[in-house]
């Protein structure tokens, strides 16, 4: 199984730590960095920048918000990055949600889904090296009307793969039949249906297998022997991605717990954290609704946990280590983790 680490915000840190931290990680084998994009630095400014200092390791945007950009654009981006890096470079592509999307980026929150399509399909286009010349129902190239043509990009044509981070289930069946990956949240090998079975029917659609993708699911992971401890310190996290990662209406992580039979527990914890209760909401967040979801507790704790990840299927470990203090901590504890995945049956 592989396994990748993140960098998302590393600039308000200590930038040289950060480069330190993924060169020691290439040594070590690890697959791929993933960037990050929401509110706060861009997906594609890190990596651009990793590039320069190191020389094996994957570059992938964890994710590129589609709204933020046009398709054009982001295929221009995917291939700039591609060549600088000598062909590393993995697209990872996202909705976002509505909050970000129209409060941020101004832009129609309406047809998720088909946006996303819409994206790949002209991105896929841009890097055969063919004209962008596309008819959808919300990218029309070239704007009908005026004088624009269809252009090729002046870019050396790349295959390169196009992993989607999706959550509901028909955006899961669409990563199934289009999509090289899968950037998975809110999964639980417990629970794997919740999301597999959605891909794996998409898959079947469109003559393909759950192998013809890459299957790549995040995970915190947190070593030690206090277990309660460490359950406790991450149920504040798992309230804010039930009451604030999204709104009242459509919160994808929360339908995600709830499809994996948690929907009184995540119901619960987002009306509290809506009504300002932030601390009763945590204290509201099952302990299952944490081990479940997560590597967490002894050393053989945490192997179990990974060959459960790696008995329902799951390809690729995308690393959380943030809540590691200090880049020595974080360091043991990933050479600690690449120790545990070489064990796995």
């Not at 590129?64 to 590393?88: E, K, W, Y």
């Not at 994808?252 to 994996?260: E, H, K, L, S």
Request: charge should be neutral; hydrophobic fraction near 45%; aromatic fraction near 6%.
């Amino acid at each position: 199984m592989k396994l990748s680490i993140g960098v998302g915000g590393y600039a308000r840190s200590d930038v040289a730590s950060a480069v330190e931290y993924v060169q020691a990680a290439e040594r070590m084998g690890i697959d791929a960095v993933w960037s990050a994009e929401a509110w706060g630095f861009d997906a594609v400014t890190s990596l651009a920048f990793l590039a320069a200092h190191t020389e094996r390791i994957k570059l992938g945007t964890g994710i590129m918000q589609i709204s933020a950009r046009v398709p054009a654009m982001t295929a221009m981006t995917a291939m700039s990055v591609n060549t600088l890096s000598n062909g590393r470079f993995v697209l990872g592509l996202g909705a976002s949600g509505p909050q970000v999307v129209e409060g941020l980026h101004g832009a129609d929150y309406r047809m998720p889904l088909t946006r996303l399509r819409e994206t790949v399909e002209i991105c896929r286009l841009a890097f055969s090296g063919q004209k962008l010349r596309y008819d959808g129902r919300v990218h029309v190239l070239p704007r009908p009307g005026g004088e624009g043509k269809p252009i090729r990009l002046d870019a050396p044509s790349a295959n390169i793969p196009i992993y989607l981070a999706t959550l509901s289930p028909r955006s899961l069946e669409y990563t199934g039949a289009a999509a090289d990956g899968w950037l998975g949240t809110s999964f639980s090998p417990e629970h794997a249906d919740a999301h597999l079975a959605h891909i794996e029917r998409g898959a079947k659609q469109a003559g393909r297998t759950l192998e013809d993708l890459d299957l790549n699911a995040a995970v915190s992971v947190a070593i030690g022997d206090d277990v309660p401890a460490l359950v406790d310190s991450r149920k504040p996290g798992v309230a804010f991605n039930m009451g604030a990662m999204g709104s009242a209406n459509t919160n994808f992580y929360n339908a995600a717990f709830q499809r994996a039979g948690y929907a009184d527990d995540a119901k619960a914890i987002q009306r509290l954290w809506l009504d300002g209760k932030r601390e009763e909401a945590a204290h509201r967040v099952p302990d299952a609704m944490v081990t479940e979801f997560q590597a967490i507790g002894t050393r053989e704790m945490v192997h179990e946990r990974f060959q459960k990840y790696k008995d329902v299927g799951i390809d690729s470990l995308s690393l959380r280590l943030d809540a590691v203090r200090g880049s020595r901590a974080r360091l043991a504890l990933l050479e600690n983790v690449v120790d545990l995945v070489d064990q796995l049956a």
